[in-house]
């Protein structure tokens, strides 16, 4: 393609992140013209090291991204979670003794979820968007957008000048298009920042995932398949307040261990860390609007939600699966009753989850003797109650799987 050509297609996305690369996936295979760009390069690797990070991609979602030909294509085999365990207590201490157990055997619809590493998911993304044909991958590349009434026009810096019906912002949490579109949002803050990384451990977890709510905020460990770095490993996901976790940041492989082993305890024998430690600040984020003129933001750049459910990717491909259905319907894509359908749908479904996830990371991030004991009963009576513990089960699936 010569840099000062011109297109006209159906759909432009900026963003290859797994939002918008999925979408470019589901688009182009379907024989949308679409384009897809992205500030970063996207080389298809042949395999990228070990890092540590991972999704937990829940049952629904799943079936995106076999949607989008990218689940058959991950070169990592993703590692179910049969099993989830939830529990109170203090660091130091035992786990309360009053727990949660769900197995996916008693909801009987197959795993709860996945655990996908994000390196397996960038290589079937990068290799299934360099294999489409019909797409147009233009990255790295940075690019102006204007939109009018009936038409968006995306010039991309030294590169070619698109013409086309609907322009997706898929560019993450600090979404230029959508300030560009004077779209306001209100972020929480939660003062809290989860550190993720990997571990290796002696004893199987049995697919199960662990959510250990202490006064810090939520300690998650969720179960990885076996790679070349470990036969036992899981993800862990330990929030903590902001100043704390810069503390870990810094202290050495020992040091952190220890803490680690006062917060995981003894279940998975001995433990040991694999890649490196990532922090990320915490907060959510609302977005008053998911549309504009010849616009739709689409994963990150239209929400953010703490990570205590391990939801915020989950929420994207729901996105993308519904503005996937409405652009193949055939109308004009960009339309405003287009857009307004999409809007109509996504928003409350995600600002429930914005909800949920706030009120349980509220309700479980202290240690008021009062809300801890109400907690406890609460966790306690769910799990004796067959019947209860059903309909949690059964809420928690449908929420996932719509
Ligand atoms: C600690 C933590 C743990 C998490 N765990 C989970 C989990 O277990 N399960 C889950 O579902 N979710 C989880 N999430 C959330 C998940 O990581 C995000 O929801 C997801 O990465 C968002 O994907 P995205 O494609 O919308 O945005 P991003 O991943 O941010 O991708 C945006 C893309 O846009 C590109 N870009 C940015 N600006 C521009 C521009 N101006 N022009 C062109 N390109 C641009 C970037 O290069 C990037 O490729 C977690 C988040 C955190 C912080």
Redesign the pocket.
């Known amino acids: 393609m010569s840099d000062t050509a011109s297109l006209v297609l159906d759909v432009c996305i900026?963003?290859?992140?797994?939002?918008?690369g999925t979408l470019a996936c589901i688009l182009a295979e379907a024989g949308i013209r679409t384009a897809v760009?992205?500030?970063?390069a996207l080389a298809p690797m042949e395999h990228a090291d070990f890092d540590g990070r991972?999704?937990?991609?829940a049952a629904g979602p799943q079936k995106v991204l076999e949607r989008a030909g990218l689940w058959e294509r991950l070169p990592i085999k993703p590692g179910p979670i049969t099993g989830i365990r939830v529990s109170d207590g203090k660091v130091g201490k035992r786990a309360s003794p009053l727990f949660l157990h769900f197995d996916s055997e008693e909801a009987g619809a197959g795993p709860f979820g996945w655990m996908v590493e994000a390196r397996s998911l960038r290589m079937a993304l990068n290799a299934r968007l360099a294999s489409l044909e019909a797409l147009h991958v233009i990255a790295p590349a940075?690019?102006s957008v204007e939109r009018f009434a009936d038409h968006a026009v995306v010039q991309v810096a030294g590169g070619p000048r698109i013409t086309c019906k609907l322009v997706v912002a898929?560019?993450?949490?600090r979404s230029?298009l959508r300030a560009q579109a004077g779209i306001q949002t209100t972020s929480l803050p939660y003062g809290q920042s989860?550190i993720?990384f990997a571990m290796g451990h002696e004893l199987p977890h049995h697919g199960t995932a662990l959510e250990h709510f202490l006064p810090g905020g939520p300690f998650a460990q969720?179960p990885l398949a076996p790679s070349e770095v470990a036969e036992h490993a899981s993800a862990i996901?330990w929030t903590e307040k902001t100043a704390i976790a810069e503390r870990l940041m810094q202290v050495d492989d020992e040091s952190f261990l220890r803490e680690l082993r006062r917060r995981i305890g003894t279940h998975l024998g001995e433990v040991r860390l694999l890649g490196r430690r990532w922090c990320?600040p915490?907060s959510a984020l609302l977005v008053h609007r998911y549309t504009d003129t010849r616009l739709a933001l689409?994963?990150?750049?239209a929400h953010g939600v703490h990570?205590i459910a391990?939801?915020?990717?989950?929420l994207?491909f729901r996105d993308v699966n519904l503005l996937a259905d409405l652009i193949l319907e055939g109308g004009d894509p960009g339309d405003t009753e287009t857009l307004a359908r999409y809007q109509a749908v996504r928003r409350p479904d995600n600002l429930t989850m914005l909800a949920a996830t706030d009120v349980l990371d509220r309700l479980f991030s202290n240690d008021i003797g009062p809300i801890r004991l109400a907690r406890d009963v609460g966790i306690a009576a769910v799990h004796r109650l067959p019947g209860l513990k059903r309909m949690f089960m059964r809420q928690a699936m449908g929420a996932l799987m719509a």
């Open positions: 900026i963003g290859a992140g797994p939002n918008g760009l992205d500030q970063a991972a999704y937990a991609i940075t690019a898929a560019e993450g949490r230029p989860g993720v969720l996901v990320y915490l689409l994963g990150d750049a990570p391990g939801q915020g990717l989950n994207g």
